[in-house]
């Protein structure tokens, strides 16, 4: 059974959680084509076929830098007729699911968001979703013939498996109604590591005391080529931006490593890490919920311990 991947791509690079939605088609037997859509550099491109791709389409087309969700779904609807694919597999991210639901809506495909496990395909297509922000899972049947997979981030393993793949430009007509709305120009809102893309994120809560320390979050997570986040009172508070806000009325996030500085671990806070690989709690109070939920934890003062920690792994 062919399957499709769309490939999400910033700056030309692609993105770790496409590579992943590569990986796990890989995973289920393939034969995978990944769709690149708007700019990507071709060495990232051909890198796809570490992953499991056998094929690579680059729609280079620049109305598709636009991000926008409705040319997005119009590509991928004549990609999956011409590559014969009944499956689409994508990322669950801000860009992926809203193009996963109009591509299920265009092909009338079962689609299921949140995706944590390889399909059983025993009785059924049946995979293991997480729901209630990672509190609980369910196993949901796609029961109709094209299906539609959002993959979350960390839930497939990245093994190299092929070498380069071949890359075939893509092209599709793309009507002008599609492009209703024009985006003019688009800047970052910070110019340092995004928050949910991030491999570490280092995040304070109001144990920080208030923005002006907030100098030595930004000093350990700069060490660490890692995004900052902070809990919802900080940021109602005016010491951070609410798009750093973690937690589940903020942003989710799943890195590999997460330090939770001078935060209690209210549940919810703890629903928007908790996709985390490895969480490090550090808390004056040896009794602070987060504790529980950590893999490390040091108890003591944060403005005794970052500055060390950061100075430690500046000499490592
Ligand atoms: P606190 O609970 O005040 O904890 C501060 C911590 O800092 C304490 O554990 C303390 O021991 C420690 N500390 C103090 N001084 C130091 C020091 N010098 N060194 C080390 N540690 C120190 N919260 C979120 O974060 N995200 C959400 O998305 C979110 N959504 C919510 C939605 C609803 C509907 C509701 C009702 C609440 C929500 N909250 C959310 C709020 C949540 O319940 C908690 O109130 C909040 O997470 C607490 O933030 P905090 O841990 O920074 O502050």
Not at 119 to 137: D, H, L, M, N, Q
Not at 174 to 198: N, Q, R
Request: hydrophobic fraction near 45%; aromatic fraction near 6%.
């Amino acid at each position: 059974m062919p399957i499709l991947v769309f490939v999400e791509s910033a700056e030309g690079k692609i993105k770790k959680t496409s590579l992943e939605a590569v990986a796990y088609a890989h995973a289920m037997g393939g034969p995978v084509t990944a769709i690149a859509l708007g700019a990507a550099e071709k060495s990232e491109l051909e890198n796809l076929g570490k992953y499991g791709a056998q094929k690579v389409l680059h729609a280079s087309d620049e109305k598709l830098n636009q991000g926008i969700i409705q040319a997005y779904a119009e590509v991928l609807v004549k990609a999956l007729q011409d590559e014969n694919a009944d499956v689409l597999v994508l990322a669950n991210s801000s860009l992926g699911t809203p193009v996963a639901a109009r591509v299920a809506a265009r092909t009338g495909a079962s689609l299921a968001t949140n995706v944590v496990s390889l399909p059983e395909t025993a009785s059924g297509f049946v995979v293991k979703k997480s729901i209630y922000t990672g509190k609980a899972f369910s196993f949901v049947e796609l029961s109709n013939k094209k299906k539609v997979i959002a993959l979350k981030k960390n839930a497939a393993e990245l093994k190299e498996v092929g070498g380069a793949a071949q890359v075939t430009p893509y092209t599709v007509q793309l009507p002008d109604a599609l492009f209703a709305v024009k985006i003019l120009s688009s800047e970052k809102a910070t110019g340092e590591v995004l928050l949910p893309e991030a491999n570490i994120v280092v995040s304070g809560g109001r144990g920080m005391k208030g923005p002006e320390h907030w100098g030595m979050l930004e000093g350990l997570a700069k060490t660490l080529h890692a995004a900052t986040g902070c809990s919802k009172p900080v940021s109602d508070m005016g010491w951070r931006p609410h798009h750093e806000h973690v937690g589940q009325t903020g942003v989710k996030v799943a890195p590999q490593l997460y330090i939770a500085v001078g935060i209690s671990g209210a549940i919810q806070h703890l629903a928007g890490v908790n996709s985390s690989k490895c969480i490090v709690v550090i808390n004056k109070d040896a009794e602070a919920p987060f504790f529980k939920a950590a893999d490390y934890g040091i108890v003591g003062d944060a403005f005794e311990i970052i500055p060390k920690l950061t100075e430690a792994i500046k000499a490592a």
